[in-house]
């Protein structure tokens, strides 16, 4: 499929992905949604870490596409909202880490999609928000479900009651992401967050993602149990084998993805 809106760069098993539609500010359609759901559906193998950021200085995703919305009756309304669900839902249980690199804007539809990914590092220029009740309409995209699950209900609820969007120091006060940088330092940062986790076991990354996302919302016997499965697979491996000779005999680990 040729990419109109995505722009796409890889380097040392790390690919960047930028969305990119500036005339509005990287507002995400259907058209883009399309575009997102077939890269993520045949992302390369040899890819180990996928960084999402926005294309321009001023917007990460300004959110979903008002224009398109619009006029969309209730069934339309339901299916543009489980398109963007499922692409996100793609990329949160995608088996490489992802993250976001929210240049600027992250509202609505960007603030889902930065919610969707592994970790999330901004700019100190960026803002966050989710104003769809100012719309008429609610977060569409999962937002109510993992807002709240990554900052807690209180600070999820009135974000999403007053609309407010809020700046990169109190979403870093809060949670919501794990380190604020100057715009130009952002992509540099993230592409050395990106190599520290290239360079270790990618089956063992693999696996501690899943173990992650699925031990979340279960009960702590069952969950333990889910790690210790894990675990276990991980002697499988010959990155496992590899990992611990070379730290033994105190030379640098070369891992095989095996």
């Known amino acids: 499929m040729e990419y109109n809106f995505l722009k796409i760069s890889t380097s040392d098993a790390i690919c960047t992905l930028a969305i990119s539609a500036p005339k509005s500010l990287n507002a995400l359609n259907s058209n883009i949604l399309k575009e997102l759901d077939d890269f993520l559906t045949n992302i390369s193998p040899d890819i180990r ?4 950021t926005g294309d ?3 917007s990460f995703v300004a959110g979903a596409d008002i224009s398109e919305m619009q006029n969309l009756n209730e069934a339309e309304g339901f299916e543009f909202g489980r398109l963007g669900a499922q692409v996100f839902r793609k990329i949160e249980v995608l088996p490489i880490p992802v993250i976001a690199a929210v240049n600027g804007f992250a509202l609505g539809g960007g603030c889902e999609l930065a919610l969707s990914c592994d970790i999330r590092i901004a700019s100190n220029k960026a803002k966050f928000g989710q104003p769809e009740v100012g719309l008429g309409i609610i977060p569409g995209f999962s937002g109510t479900y993992r807002l709240a699950k990554i900052v807690g209900m209180g600070y999820a609820k009135e974000m999403i009651y007053t609309g407010r969007a809020i700046k990169a120091d109190e979403a870093l006060r809060i949670g919501l992401v794990n380190a604020v940088y100057e715009p130009e330092q952002l992509m540099e940062e993230a ?9 270790n076991a990618p089956i063992a990354v693999r696996y501690a ?14 969950a333990i149990a889910f790690e210790n499965k894990m675990f276990g697979k991980c002697f499988a491996s010959k ?3 590899e990992g611990m000779t070379a730290f033994l005999t105190k030379r640098e680990a070369h891992f095989t993805n095996e």
């Not at 870490?49 to 999402?52: R, S």
């Not at 993602?209 to 069952?222: F, Q, R, T």
Request: proline share 0%.
């Open 209 to 222: 993602k899943v173990s992650i996302n699925e031990e979340y919302d279960l009960a702590a016997d069952d």
């Open 191 to 199: 592409n050395a967050l990106a190599g520290r986790i290239v360079k």
């Open 49 to 52: 870490v996928l960084i999402i």
């Open 56 to 58: 321009g200085e001023k």
């Open 239 to 241: 990155d496992q084998k």
